[in-house]
């Protein structure tokens, strides 16, 4: 039987461009999980056995972040995986505003099996909205395999 215990890491979101926001900063809001997931073949439904939010902020409690710096967040899990389970990365940032409808930069899922969990970056696509652009930092480390 074959196993990984990784750590996943959220470390931080970082504000590349204000873009048409007033001002030199984002309010950023939004949530980031990482699951550990199986296919149940005897109900033939994906089923949950380990859930980790590493990051939870509402509209009404955004993080300002500059242009040009990073939010630190430094959130991590140690999540066990064996054959047959995968490790679930969702998440997605939005920027709150004062006037008319908050603007959602993106949203992100990737699932990894077993055989893909390797230490190293998450590779997570840049999020933007009207030249509004965010990078979320992310990593894998197994910490022990058999």
Known sequence: MSFKKVRVTLHSIFNDNTGDDPGNELELFGRWDANRLKFDPDIAEVVSLEHHNLWDRSGDDAQSVVEGTAFI??????????????????????????????????SFERNLNLSDIHDGLVQIPQFNESNQRVNVKMSLRVLESA
Do not use: M, W, Y
């Open 73 to 106: 967040i430094e959130s991590s899990a140690d999540i066990d995986f064996f054959d047959g389970e995968f490790l679930q990365i969702v998440g997605h940032v939005s920027e709150q505003d004062d006037f008319g409808p908050n603007d959602v930069l993106g």
